[in-house]
């Protein structure tokens, strides 16, 4: 390295932001994750070993996963070859594979390649290191906030040991932010930083577990802090406010969290709990989720969790899809929260979903049964004189507008597919149901002359 290029480099760490500056250097400075590097754990031991295997860390934002491919690099002594996904293209990773073979063969040293974002490399991409992963030319680390089995192609995933980071913990977080506070060589130490407990007590709540937000959110508060008159900066709550203005929601509207939240706004519906419904609706909301898939996924379970049981469900559920069109956001987000709110408190019946999957699997597995041809409308002579509509019972010349007749193909007489709950309105509907199934010999009283197709 030329010497220009070496201050360009030592001006650049001084310039970089709090949190990489922060970063550690050794696992006895790494702060979280002792179920992967605590004494004795696998990762730890590995490290220790000097055998490394290729591996994928999954975990939340900020909780170490840069860092931890930049100690096992250091601690191995392995050349660290780092890209991003969002940037780096096939090139860039042939050109680091062939820089790897060539280290090797000159000095034995091995090579990490730590693809930060792992989830955004397309399957050609991935496709491109595999060979080199299966051959130990390099050691893969990738990084991702994503479900690897969502996101990473089965066979590199099968060349890789998945790890799970944890959400750091408050007193974790806390750790970070003083340590931050009193280093002087490269934190915050030579500026005098006095933070108030309630400042402290902020950071780390809208921080969200994520230290990389703390630390920059501090350096923020911190410089734009002016020195009082004994040359300290005193950084109150207001001032910590100001800097971290709004809470950082982790979210990915086609990743696992996505999934996980909408999961779990449906099953607290499905369980009748109002509460945890409003919490799970204004998380997704809140986070960036559209209100439209929110207002479809209401709609899906008003008929496929309550149905029968309370027919307005869906009357409701659909009232507030189109509140959303016509008021937008966000406004529309009490329509929404009313329709979860109705939709959770409301009777619950399945009926309706499992009556449709039996008829769908019917169809499917059953002969494809002609229509009788009562049931058929004889809309030319010819079809009349064929006997279509013969003998079809208007339902309404008959009392209580019932009348007992084959509507099913022959194959499936006698057959029931609706069986109502003994919820809300669908009591009634079983009600009715019964009476008109246990009329043996309905009694045919013409009371109008009405039409017959």
């Not at 997704?284 to 899906?300: C, N």
Request: aromatic fraction near 8%; proline fraction near 6%; charged fraction near 25%.
């Amino acid at each position: 390295m030329d010497m220009f290029k070496y201050h360009s480099e030592k001006q650049k760490e001084r310039e970089a932001p709090l949190a990489t500056r922060m970063r550690p250097a050794a696992l006895h400075e790494f702060v979280g994750q002792e179920h992967l590097i605590g004494e004795g754990h696998v990762l730890r031991k590995a490290i220790e070993a000097g055998k490394v295997p290729s591996i994928i860390l999954w975990g939340p934002p900020g909780s170490g996963k840069t860092t931890l491919a930049y100690i096992i690099a250091n601690t191995i002594e392995a050349h660290f070859s780092p890209v991003s996904a969002v940037s780096a293209g096939v090139a860039d990773l042939r050109r680091i594979i062939e820089e790897a073979k060539e280290r090797y063969k000159l000095y034995q040293q091995k090579t990490i390649l730590f693809i930060d974002e792992i989830h955004r490399f397309n399957k050609a991409q991935q496709d491109a290191v595999l060979p080199f992963v299966e051959d130990g030319t390099i050691t893969l680390i990738g990084a991702t906030t994503e479900n690897p089995s969502f996101e990473v192609i089965s066979p590199l995933l099968s060349r890789c040991q998945v790890l799970s980071l944890h959400p750091l913990a408050d007193d974790e977080i806390q750790v970070i932010i003083m340590r931050a506070l009193m280093d002087k060589l490269k934190g915050l130490g030579g500026l005098n930083v006095e933070l108030d407990e309630d400042a402290l007590f902020h950071l780390i709540v809208m921080s969200n577990k994520d230290a990389r937000v703390a630390l920059n959110s501090l350096e923020i508060a911190a410089l734009t802090t002016s020195p009082d008159a004994s040359r300290k900066r005193h950084i109150t709550l207001s001032t910590i406010e100001d800097a971290i203005q709004h809470r950082a929601l982790p979210y990915d509207k086609g990743g696992e969290r996505h999934y996980d939240l909408i999961s779990a706004l449906h099953k607290s519906m499905r369980g009748s709990d109002p509460d945890a419904s409003l919490y799970w609706l204004t998380r997704m909301l809140e986070a960036g989720e559209s209100p439209l898939y929110i207002a479809r996924r209401l709609v899906r379970f008003a008929s496929e969790d309550i149905g029968m049981a309370d027919p307005q469900a869906l009357v409701l559920a659909m009232a507030a899809q189109q509140a959303v069109h016509f008021v937008g956001m966000p406004e529309g987000n009490l329509a929404l929260a009313e329709a979860a709110v109705y939709l959770a408190t409301a009777p619950k019946s399945n009926s309706l979903y499992q009556a449709y999957s039996q008829v769908q699997e019917e169809i499917k597995q059953g002969p494809d049964e002609p229509v009788p041809m009562h049931l058929r409308n004889p809309v030319t002579p010819l079809m009349k004189d064929m006997g279509y509509g013969k003998g079809y019972k208007y339902a309404h010349d008959y009392p209580g507008h019932f009348v007992r007749q084959q509507n099913l193909p022959d194959s499936l007489q006698g057959k029931h597919y609706y069986i109502p709950g003994n919820q809300g309105y669908e009591k009634q509907v079983a009600a009715q149901l019964k009476a008109w199934r246990q009329e043996e010999k309905p009694g045919k009283t013409k009371t109008k002359k009405g039409r017959k197709g």
